[in-house]
C-alpha cells in the first residue's frame, strides 16, 4: 500500500504536471489542471483546521485521479520513444472532470494502460507496451494483458468479452497467450464508497477485503468464468483503488490491491502457465481464485 500525506500529495502531483508536460502533454486548462487547483485548495483548508473537503466527492475523485497520475510519471522517459505510445500519453489529460458511467473515455482507459504498466515496472516485469495483442507485456515471456477500465458495472461483462477476444484472435494468429486487466476502481467505490479504519494496516486490509467481496458478489455474477476461459485467455488480473482515512479524518490515504483470478482447472496446460506469470507478479504469496474457490478467494497485494 502507498502512503501519502496530503501536503505531500500535492507535491508529488505537482511535480508529476511537469515531468507530464515536459513529455508533450497539455495540462493547463485541462482536468489535470482542474485537480490540482481542488488539492491545493483542500490542503489550504486542512492547514486552517477546516477538514469539510473531507466529505466533498469533487476532493475524493481529485485525489483518486492525480494517484494515477503520479504513478505514470515515475516511469521512465524512454518508454515513450515510440509515436504511438507517446501518442496515447498526450491524450490523457483529455476528458471531463469525472468519468462518466457511458461512452468512451480513451484518456482514462490509456491512463489505466499506463498505470499497470508502472505496477509491472515496479515489479521488475515490464515487457514494453505492444505493439499487436494486448496493451502491455509481461516479461520474460512477453505475454500480452488485455486492459479495460470498467466505468459501472453495467459495462463489465461486455468490457471482458471483448479483451477475450481480442487475445484469443491474437493466440489464434500465433500469437502467445494472455491475461485480462480490469480496473474495477469506479464501480466499486461507489458500491461501498469511502473507507474508514483506524491504522494503515487496516486500511490495506479492508482495501483486499472490499475487492475480494466485490469479485465475489459482483463480478463472478456478471462473468461466468467458462464463458471467458479460452487457450489464450490465462486468467484476469483486478485491481482496487481505494481512498479512504487512516486513524482519524485527516489521514487521507489510498490503497492499491491487485487479484489475480484463474479461468482455468487446476491441471490445465493453461492453468500451470498462468501459475508461472503469477509467481512473477507477486511479491507476496499469492491466492489463486479457481472458478469453484472464487468466493472464498483472498486478494493479494501487489506492495
Same mark, same amino acid.
Given at each position: 500500500?502507498?502512503?501519502?500525506?496530503?501536503?505531500?500529495?500535492?507535491?508529488?502531483?505537482?511535480?508529476?504536471?511537469?515531468?507530464?508536460?515536459?513529455?508533450?502533454?497539455?495540462?493547463?486548462?485541462?482536468?489535470?489542471?482542474?485537480?490540482?487547483?481542488?488539492?491545493?485548495?483542500?490542503?489550504?483548508?486542512?492547514?486552517?483546521?477546516?477538514?469539510?473537503?473531507?466529505?466533498?466527492?469533487?476532493?475524493?475523485?481529485?485525489?483518486?485521479?492525480?494517484?494515477?497520475?503520479?504513478?505514470?510519471?515515475?516511469?521512465?522517459?524512454?518508454?515513450?520513444?515510440?509515436?504511438?505510445?507517446?501518442?496515447?500519453?498526450?491524450?490523457?489529460?483529455?476528458?471531463?472532470?469525472?468519468?462518466?458511467?457511458?461512452?468512451?473515455?480513451?484518456?482514462?482507459?490509456?491512463?489505466?494502460?499506463?498505470?499497470?504498466?508502472?505496477?509491472?515496472?515496479?515489479?521488475?516485469?515490464?515487457?514494453?507496451?505492444?505493439?499487436?495483442?494486448?496493451?502491455?507485456?509481461?516479461?520474460?515471456?512477453?505475454?500480452?494483458?488485455?486492459?479495460?477500465?470498467?466505468?459501472?458495472?453495467?459495462?463489465?461483462?461486455?468490457?471482458?468479452?471483448?479483451?477475450?477476444?481480442?487475445?484469443?484472435?491474437?493466440?489464434?494468429?500465433?500469437?502467445?497467450?494472455?491475461?485480462?486487466?480490469?480496473?474495477?476502481?469506479?464501480?466499486?467505490?461507489?458500491?461501498?464508497?469511502?473507507?474508514?479504519?483506524?491504522?494503515?494496516?487496516?486500511?490495506?486490509?479492508?482495501?483486499?477485503?472490499?475487492?475480494?467481496?466485490?469479485?465475489?458478489?459482483? @463480478?463472478? %455474477?456478471?462473468?461466468?468464468?467458462?464463458?471467458?476461459?479460452? /487457450?489464450? #485467455? =490465462? &486468467?484476469?488480473?483486478?485491481?482496487?483503488? $481505494?481512498?479512504?482515512?487512516?486513524?482519524?479524518?485527516?489521514?487521507?490515504?489510498?490503497?492499491?490491491?491487485?487479484?489475480?483470478?484463474?479461468?482455468?482447472?487446476?491441471?490445465?496446460?493453461?492453468?500451470? @502457465?498462468? %501459475?508461472?506469470?503469477?509467481?512473477?507478479?507477486?511479491?507476496? /504469496?499469492? #491466492? =489463486? &481464485?479457481?472458478?469453484?474457490?472464487?468466493? $472464498?478467494?483472498?486478494?493479494?497485494?501487489?506492495?
Amino acid at each position: 500500500m502507498q502512503l501519502m500525506a496530503l501536503e505531500c500529495m500535492v507535491a508529488e502531483y505537482f511535480s508529476s504536471l511537469s515531468r507530464l508536460e515536459s513529455w508533450g502533454v497539455r495540462v493547463k486548462n485541462t482536468r489535470l489542471d482542474g485537480y490540482l487547483k481542488l488539492l491545493k485548495h483542500a490542503l489550504a483548508q486542512e492547514q486552517g483546521g477546516d477538514e469539510s473537503h473531507q466529505c466533498d466527492d469533487r476532493f475524493r475523485n481529485a485525489i483518486m485521479e492525480a494517484a494515477d497520475i503520479v504513478d505514470i510519471a515515475r516511469l521512465h522517459g524512454n518508454l515513450f520513444t515510440d509515436d504511438h505510445v507517446l501518442g496515447k500519453l498526450r491524450k490523457i489529460s483529455d476528458g471531463r472532470e469525472f468519468a462518466e458511467d457511458e461512452g468512451a473515455d480513451a484518456a482514462r482507459d490509456y491512463i489505466f494502460e499506463f498505470a499497470c504498466a508502472s505496477e509491472l515496472c515496479v515489479l521488475g516485469q515490464f515487457g514494453g507496451f505492444a505493439t499487436s495483442v494486448g496493451d502491455v507485456l509481461i516479461a520474460p515471456g512477453l505475454w500480452p494483458i488485455e486492459n479495460k477500465r470498467i466505468s459501472s458495472l453495467a459495462r463489465l461483462a461486455l468490457r471482458t468479452r471483448k479483451a477475450r477476444d481480442q487475445l484469443q484472435r491474437g493466440f489464434e494468429l500465433g500469437g502467445p497467450p494472455g491475461l485480462i486487466a480490469l480496473d474495477l476502481s469506479r464501480p466499486i467505490r461507489r458500491t461501498y464508497g469511502h473507507l474508514i479504519e483506524s491504522s494503515d494496516d487496516a486500511l490495506a486490509e479492508a482495501t483486499s477485503r472490499t475487492l475480494t467481496a466485490y469479485i465475489g458478489e459482483h @463480478l463472478m %455474477l456478471a462473468l461466468r468464468p467458462e464463458d471467458i476461459a479460452r /487457450p489464450g #485467455v =490465462l &486468467g484476469i488480473m483486478v485491481r482496487y483503488v $481505494s481512498v479512504g482515512t487512516s486513524g482519524d479524518v485527516s489521514q487521507i490515504r489510498r490503497s492499491t490491491t491487485w487479484q489475480l483470478v484463474s479461468l482455468h482447472t487446476d491441471n490445465s496446460v493453461e492453468n500451470e @502457465l498462468f %501459475l508461472k506469470i503469477a509467481a512473477l507478479c507477486g511479491s507476496l /504469496p499469492i #491466492v =489463486l &481464485g479457481a472458478k469453484d474457490e472464487l468466493l $472464498s478467494a483472498r486478494a493479494s497485494i501487489f506492495r
